[in-house]
């Protein structure tokens, strides 16, 4: 494996040309860029940008560190060019309507028409919101992903998910949308808290567990590396994570069956999130936690190993990740919640849960009833 | 034309077998049923009705008239449904975001899944929110339009335009969306009041002049038995629209041009029902004069002669509908809202203008803008 990963490694870090991976959608396909200092390379983003308007969508952290740098990447020595942009207030709670509509008043006060490009600038959040913006205003407008959290670099960026919360509930509102492009600048994970650092590696944990072993065993030997934010490292995880999502979207676009499995821990993480208010808990913070009870789960039911328990336990912990809920959490809250998750099909609540050996799981609704009670009343206090 | 007229209206009026008109998109093709009491056949509907939740999406007008009639249509012999409603304050003034959330909350309060169907029960308010709300929900849901105006019927529910208005410009926030079936049940235009019949007929006539001249001329031989509510007249005058409709939908469905030709007078139009305040004039009675601004327009370009001036202006005001702005719209006020129009790309504003002999349109940016001027202040006192 140490190999593969020197090459890849190589790849990632030579500047003139981005490591690519493709996202595989037929006409709707697009490229993400991996590497260091590609803000500094204007035309890989300019050629994605369609008409002669932009509005980049940032928020009031990460506007301030680089929303300069990503207007002149899209102005230089391109005159034609008028950029825009919208500052929104940072954090999951604001992931909502009324900041939405912040989105589509600037846009229309802009007078930006259908051949305009959004752009956005940020994590999770911000790339959710501003897809679904792109999705809906004039009913569909170019747009970009340009993740600056490693939580948004290895998943939410790819794929084409967007949306907003509803206060019952996580992404109950949106669209599926695909970018333009992903470009991802390594070197802005620079400025990213080691919280934020931590958080989106709950994510890159998920991949190896449902589907990619030997990911998972690289992960196992290099977390330390990844926590000290060892750039070849950091780069690899990205690189794998971005491979893996996009061979299951390009597969399963629109979440029929096998991209439902990346949503492994999610729904006890959601949960958690809209029990604890959102942005208490950072939502990889939640799906870490997700992931330790859906594990725990599934070796009530008997369908993994005992070591595989002991494993995922280790590598959450070293990840500074939380492996059980909030004391706050009930088995009513939690239930509750769940009973509102998008899996719901006629009533059934469907699980991703790992079975047989590392690297495999399902998305299921035939399970025993009583491993879901044993799991949550194990991980409440109530 | 007289007898294919009445080989169409024995079709529409037998109630064994709807006349249908097919929307063609590839797997994403639905049929448009045209007839009398179709809602008292339980299975059309049925058949459409994806998993075994429905939610109602209707209006406080057209609630108290049907919806019990859909709801028995809907689980009639069919025990494992179960049907919800929402019911919405009546008028374009609540085509917007707080009244679109009111059906997320139910959708989401009742515990909806991605396996439930949404039906759009109303007029072309209810069918652009309806749909919208299903295009947005869990990021997407089946649903189906159950138009019950001349409007709705003609032309709104047909094409999958969903949205809301923005106080800035109409439908600016929005998807395109397609529904799994459109039922037109003639008989619910009997509660229809004369002003909306009306407004209806405005669209009936834009098909006559962009596109299909001898169905201009069988509505300038049969105005008068479409205004006194003909049931004949008026299945025929539903299904050549809607074939109209599904025609140019099926070649452009996202609107890169030819679709556009079925907004003609609707720039001008929409700028009056921005100027006036929502629900002020109907959306046909603005269209009606929107089209008499676009015709005198055309003739100022001149691409058409006048004989078909005078023949738009006869018609329309058969209709009883306007042909001039009202005295409240200033120059300003139609260029301010113009401005952020759909249809401006790059800056510059396109327009539908008829050009040719009756029957032809063209979608263009490439006009003396000084007939533009002239149509403006012809029309407006200021």
Redesign the interface.
């Known amino acids: 494996m140490s190999l593969s990963v020197s090459a890849s490694t190589a790849t990632v870090l030579d500047k003139s040309s981005p490591t690519v991976v493709d996202v595989d959608l037929g006409n709707r396909s697009y490229p993400i860029y991996i590497g260091s200092a590609l803000l500094d390379q204007p035309l890989l983003l300019q050629r994605h940008v369609h008409?002669?308007r932009v509005l980049v969508v940032t928020n009031d952290t990460v506007g301030p560190l680089y929303l300069d740098k990503v207007v002149y990447a899209l102005t230089k020595d391109n005159p034609n060019i008028s950029v825009e942009h919208v500052i929104l207030p940072d954090g999951e709670k604001f992931k909502e309507?009324d900041t939405l509509?912040k989105v589509?008043?600037k846009a229309?006060?802009s007078?930006l028409?259908?051949?305009c490009t959004f752009v956005a600038l940020g994590g999770g959040v911000i790339g959710d919101m501003c897809g679904y913006a792109a999705?809906?205003?004039?009913?569909?407008v170019n747009f970009i992903q340009i993740p600056t959290t490693v939580m948004s670099q290895v998943d939410s960026s790819v794929g084409g998910?967007?949306?907003i919360n509803?206060r019952?509930?996580k992404?109950?509102?949106?669209?599926?949308y695909q970018p333009q492009c992903v470009l991802i600048d390594t070197d802005t994970l620079n400025t990213l808290p080691d919280r934020e650092l931590a958080s989106g590696l709950a994510e890159v944990i998920k991949y190896g567990l449902i589907r990619d072993a030997e990911f998972f065993k690289w992960q196992e030997k290099n977390m330390s590396a990844l926590m000290s934010r060892d750039a070849a490292a950091l780069a690899y995880a990205i690189k794998r994570s971005c491979e893996n999502k996009a061979e299951v979207v390009s597969l399963d676009e629109?979440e029929s069956g096998l991209r439902a499995t990346l949503n492994l821990g999610h729904t006890f993480g959601h949960a958690i999130e809209n029990g604890l208010g959102y942005g208490e808990w950072l939502h990889g913070e939640a799906v870490a936690a997700g992931i330790a009870m859906a594990v725990d789960m599934s070796y009530r039911l008997g369908w993994i190993d005992g070591s595989l328990v002991y494993r995922v336990d280790k590598i959450l912990k070293q990840g500074n990740l939380p492996t059980v809920p909030p004391d706050v959490m009930t088995v009513e809250m939690f239930k509750s919640v769940m009973?509102?998750d998008?899996k719901?099909?006629?009533?059934l609540l469907r699980l991703i849960l790992l079975k047989g050996p590392l690297g495999n799981c399902v998305f299921t609704g035939d399970y025993d009833k009583r491993a879901l009670e044993g799991t949550l009343h194990a991980f409440c206090g109530r």
């Open positions: 008409g002669k309507m509509m589509f008043d229309i006060e007078r028409d259908r051949k999705a809906s205003f004039l009913r569909g998910k967007t949306g509803h019952l509930g992404n109950l509102i949106g669209a599926f629109k009973a509102v998008k719901v099909a006629d009533g």
